[in-house]
């Protein structure tokens, strides 16, 4: 696959027997098909998938990052910023500067929002452990929700109302994670949270977001089971329910296969009447021996491929964003696993490089969209 760094560095090699003016004109057409018509979003967009990406708070004031994010995305969600943590430095009491930068933002260059979480077990405000108890988490639970749902009402495609609460390693009843808030309020705080954010903002879709739920593995296996049991027992409580988010952390070179499992867990997404999102989208390559750019590339590219042209198959996938935009930012190279085994070398996941050029993932994106049934 090759990227537009390659495409241009060979053009201006032909430019040896061409007037350099032909290859100018011809590189800049090849320019207008990378932003334009060529975007992610517009290609995304001619098959009715919304192309998003996480934005980190520092890019928002970088004007490189706002140009390429508002060129190339319809859809956008704040990679920390809307999160308990980062929003509230004290009980009760909120920051909101950089969710509001992003929201402002994306009314701007008229994108929607992906709201990123209510309630998770992690990145929980510095106060919570030592002010929640089993006789306050709930009232802090619904006013947290209340409070950040209100302040954004009508503004929000979809809330991830609860983040990653299966955990079937915990051993807990239904696989459900041992989490602060199951352990202060019980199995019920997920029925809880999903019927204040609705009466909060009923036009948000409301979104039950996890990971790991991908790929063929017997893990992957067992916890695809929990997320869609959670998922019916949502609908048999009447307990309100939009969307499923996969999160799609993935990986190359390490073996791991997606077909059956992503069929069967997006097919019983929609016959429960939910859409579904690729939320977290993004292709470590830790696993790849090579070291070869290029080989980096291909490797990532092909996963990215082949997981696209499966999960674009169903006309219930609405969405797809990377979990972040450039190679640059991503979470990833602060991971502990890729810190002691490949500290050495940076990863190379995303649909844009350091230099804020497409890679080998933004082809491939391009590709399968283009390739997927239209919604
Ligand atoms: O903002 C503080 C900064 O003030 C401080 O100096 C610095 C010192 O450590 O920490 C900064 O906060 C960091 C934050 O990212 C913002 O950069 C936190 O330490 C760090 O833990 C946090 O990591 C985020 C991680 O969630 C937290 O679990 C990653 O950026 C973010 O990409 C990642 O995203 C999650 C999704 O929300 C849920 N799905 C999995 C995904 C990857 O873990």
């Known amino acids: 696959m090759i990227t537009r760094r390659d495409y241009l560095k060979q053009a201006s090699l032909a430019a040896g027997c061409l007037a350099v003016s032909g290859v100018r004109a011809f590189a800049a057409e090849q320019e207008q098909q990378i932003s334009g018509k060529g975007s992610l979003k517009e290609h995304g967009h001619k098959r009715g998938i919304m192309a998003g990406c996480a934005v ?7 004007e490189a990052f706002q140009r390429l994010i508002a060129e190339q995305y319809n859809l956008v969600v704040s990679e920390n910023s809307m999160k308990f943590g980062p929003l509230s430095p004290k009980p009760g009491e909120y920051n909101w500067t950089d969710a509001d930068a992003l929201v ?5 260059h008229k994108m929607k929002v992906r709201g990123h979480n209510f309630v998770w077990h992690a990145q929980l405000p510095m106060w919570f452990k030592g002010t929640a108890t089993k006789d306050n988490a709930k009232k802090i639970m619904v006013d947290h929700i209340n409070t950040v749902a209100g ?5 929000i495609q979809a809330w991830d109302v609860v983040n990653e609460a299966i955990e079937v390693k ?7 994670r041992k989490s602060p808030w199951y352990e202060l309020i019980g199995p019920e705080y997920l029925d809880i949270a999903y019927r204040t954010a609705r009466h909060a903002d009923p036009k948000a879709k409301l979104t039950y977001n996890d990971y790991s739920i991908e790929d063929d593995s017997e893990d992957n296996a067992k916890k695809r089971a929990a997320t869609l049991a959670l998922l019916k027992r949502f609908k048999s409580n009447g307990t309100p329910i939009d969307a499923l988010g996969i999160q799609s952390h993935i990986h190359a070179g390490t073996g ?31 696993g790849v021996a090579d070291d070869d750019f290029a080989a980096r590339d291909r490797a990532v590219a092909a996963v990215y491929t082949d997981y696209l042209n499966i999960a ?3 006309k219930a996938v609405k969405a797809v964003l990377t979990w972040g935009v450039s190679d640059k930012d991503t979470w990833l ?38 390739k997927a049934p239209h919604r």
């Open 333 to 370: 190279n602060g991971m502990r696993e890729h810190r002691e085994k490949r500290a050495n070398r940076r990863q190379r996941p995303l649909p844009f490089d350091n230099d804020l050029k497409p890679t080998a993932p933004f082809f491939a994106i391009r590709d399968a969209f283009d």
């Open 104 to 108: 402002d933002f994306a009314e701007k």
């Open 312 to 314: 674009l198959e169903s």
């Open 151 to 155: 302040r954004y009402k009508g503004k």
């Open 56 to 62: 980190g708070a520092r890019q928002l004031h970088d």
């Open 256 to 286: 791991e296969t997606y077909g059956k499992g992503m069929r069967e867990l997006i097919s019983r997404a929609q016959a429960l009447g939910l859409e579904v999102y690729l939320t977290e989208f993004d292709v470590n390559d830790d």
């Open 170 to 176: 915990d051993g807990m009843p239904d696989g459900l």
